[in-house]
């Protein structure tokens, strides 16, 4: 064979490697004919509230479920570092026509679970309703680097003038308002770090969303199988409130419905299903964590977490992560016995964090600040609570817990009260017995997730439902410590602010909390784009808002797991979301054969 033969002969063995590597020919798919790939039962968190990404999430596990169903466009991976998901590259450049900085994020083209593809508009849509006066979010302030956002949640200026537009379908401009600084001093240029700015935006809440789903079916969309579209690696196939949430995997996902045949699903999304049962409707029985134990012991469950006290013990040698939650207490600063911010914080300090993480026994460790563990400074190698350190005032603050000496009063702490989950009530419970010795009149009342959410409202119909004390899960899911901080501002709550209001402005956060020189802090803090001074400027606020003490911190949340040693290939992103894109289950194909998995409820 001549020597231009045999390089020819090369170069077509190595394209057609290539494409058979990228999954580029359909015949390299691992799956036989009709098998549809793996149906994995798993629990992996209790059963979400909502599915609404850009709502206040009550439950840290709720991230689970949004890290399979959505893709945002970046994420933050193992190693703590920004990866681009949907975002292919971003960048950001002066504009000289504009006289203004902005950012630019590239798409890669994949398609929501209905077939249509994932555009620049669906950013647009979910980020502007964030934005709007009438949405209640927590992640607001977060978009306030951009152009006229701030006024825009105030209500002063229309969602026509917020500065983000979608050029095409793959590419999403965004205009950073002036009074943004990466300078020292007062100088303003408009600038903001790129990769800070994609770091903030890898919080589930910025997932896209599809306009006429939303629109048409707005109190249903998030929690109804049928309504609900994603564009993550599964679909929600199933959803029966408290007894069930089938997750299947997303056939267009990273693949064009037009083009079926040429990426293999298997190679993007292995398993065909996660099954996630919490109870069975026919007997009406929720089950516990002793059951679901029971279930992983016995073979018919492949991965276990949301551990209670029992399980932790049990599984000692579970694998363990911190999570990017504080539960707290909030305290309605309007209330008569709670108006004195010295009462608050004597409150707090009376509070032992340990015996609380003791009484848990789950894994959870006593809170030293607001914000959590897992949450940046400057990166992942410098975090901000190792960074900053304790600055909870402690029983050992004698002269704090001094200002509760005569004082007299009653209040009632609320909670989430939950079928399979006791925490919220075993920490009430704890604290009005302290807080009771001395000499307060304290209740305990758990809520159901409706009254629950309407105590925590700012919307003018829920003016009437009120807390004095109420346990909080700050479940942002963000690394950036400003998210957990700044929702106590008056100027980023991100309430909802009636349009028919005479005088628009800023929402009050549910805490009532108005102090000028707390939101002066905040907002200067949420237009710095240089990492370092920003987190600088948080380390002032966290100790600024524990000296106002409208918000307990009393503990941080972990996340352990435990997995049958027939599944492989999951694995544990930053923050404790999990990734089971390309989970494998040895012996599935048999298992697929029953009629009934789990709980009695056929899986079609």
């Given at each position: 064979m001549s020597k231009s033969k045999i390089i020819a002969l090369i170069i077509v063995i190595a394209l057609i490697g290539g494409?058979?590597?990228?999954?580029?020919?359909?015949?390299?798919?691992?799956?036989?004919?009709?098998?549809?790939?793996?149906?994995?039962?798993?629990?992996?968190?209790?059963?979400?509230?909502?599915?609404?990404?850009?709502?206040?999430?009550?439950?840290?596990?709720?991230?689970?479920?949004?890290?399979?169903i959505y893709s945002g466009l970046t994420r933050i991976n193992s190693k703590g570092e920004v990866e681009g998901v949907l975002a292919d590259k971003w960048y950001g450049e002066y504009s000289e026509r504009d006289g203004a900085y902005k950012i630019y994020f590239q798409l890669k083209e994949t398609f929501w679970s209905d077939g249509s593809?994932?555009?620049?508009?669906?950013?647009?849509?979910?980020?502007?309703?964030?934005?709007?006066?009438?949405?209640?979010?927590?992640?607001?302030?977060?978009?306030?680097?951009?152009?006229?956002?701030?006024?825009?949640?105030?209500?002063?200026?229309?969602?026509?003038?917020?500065?983000?537009?979608?050029?095409?379908?793959?590419?999403?401009?965004?205009?950073?308002d002036t009074d943004c600084t990466t300078v020292s001093g007062d100088e303003k240029n408009g600038e903001f770090d790129v990769n800070l700015f994609a770091e903030i935006v890898s919080a589930p809440a910025f997932s896209p969303l599809k306009e006429d789903v939303v629109s048409r079916n707005e109190e249903t969309w998030f929690n109804t199988a049928t309504d609900i579209r994603t564009n993550g690696p599964f679909k929600v196939a199933n959803m029966e409130e408290g007894v069930q949430l089938v997750l299947e995997r997303n056939a267009y996902f990273m693949r064009s419905p037009e083009k079926e045949d040429d990426i293999p699903l298997d190679k993007k999304v292995l398993p065909h299903k996660l099954l996630c049962y919490f109870g069975n409707s026919e007997e009406k029985t929720v089950y516990t964590m002793a059951d679901f134990m029971s279930q992983y012991e016995n073979g018919d469950l492949f991965y276990l977490s949301n551990f209670n006290k029992e399980a932790a013990s049990a599984y000692s040698d579970a694998s363990k992560s911190d999570v990017m939650s504080t539960y707290a207490f909030f305290f309605n600063t309007k209330n008569d016995v709670l108006a004195d911010a010295e009462v608050r914080v004597a409150l707090s300090a009376a509070l032992d964090r340990n015996e609380i993480a003791n009484i848990l026994g789950d894994g959870s460790v006593a809170a030293t600040g607001v914000v959590p563990h897992s949450v940046f400074y400057t990166g992942v190698k410098e975090t901000f609570r190792n960074k900053v350190g304790n600055k909870i005032a402690t029983q050992a603050d004698t002269s704090k817990i001094s200002a509760l000496s005569g004082k007299k009063g009653s209040f009632t702490i609320t909670y989430l009260d939950s079928k399979d989950d006791e925490s919220a009530k075993l920490v009430a419970e704890y604290a009005a017995d302290v807080w009771s010795k001395y000499g307060f009149s304290v209740k305990t009342k758990g809520v159901d997730a409706d009254d629950y959410s309407k105590a925590l409202s700012t919307a003018p119909e829920n003016a009437d439902v009120t807390y004095d004390v109420i346990g909080v899960n700050l479940a942002m899911h963000s690394t950036d410590a400003l998210s957990y901080l700044a929702q106590f501002s008056t100027v980023c709550s991100g309430g909802y602010i009636s349009i028919a209001l005479d005088s628009l402005g800023y929402a009050v956060h549910s805490t009532g909390l108005e102090d000028e020189s707390f939101d002066a802090l905040v907002k200067e803090a949420i237009y710095c784009g240089n990492r370092a001074e920003r987190?600088?400027?948080?380390?002032?606020?966290?100790?600024?808002?524990?000296e106002l003490c409208p918000v307990a911190p009393l503990y941080f949340s972990t996340s352990s797991y435990v997995t049958s040693d027939k599944l492989s290939k999951v694995e544990q992103l930053y923050g404790g979301a999990m990734d089971f894109d390309r989970a494998k289950l040895e012996g599935y194909e048999e298992r697929n054969r029953s009629e009934e998995i789990l709980s009695g409820v056929i899986d079609e």
């Open positions: 494409l058979v590597a990228f999954g580029f020919i359909s015949s390299c798919s691992s799956l036989s004919e009709n098998d549809k790939g793996a149906r994995i039962p798993i629990h992996i968190a209790s059963f979400p509230e909502s599915l609404d990404p850009a709502s206040q999430q009550y439950d840290e596990d709720t991230a689970q479920f949004f890290s399979l593809r994932v555009s620049a508009d669906d950013f647009v849509f979910a980020w502007k309703r964030i934005l709007s006066p009438d949405f209640e979010s927590p992640y607001a302030s977060m978009l306030y680097p951009i152009m006229n956002a701030a006024e825009v949640k105030a209500g002063n200026m229309t969602s026509d003038d917020l500065k983000i537009a979608a050029l095409d379908w793959d590419l999403l401009e965004i205009m950073i987190a600088a400027k948080s380390v002032v606020i966290e100790e600024k808002l524990l």
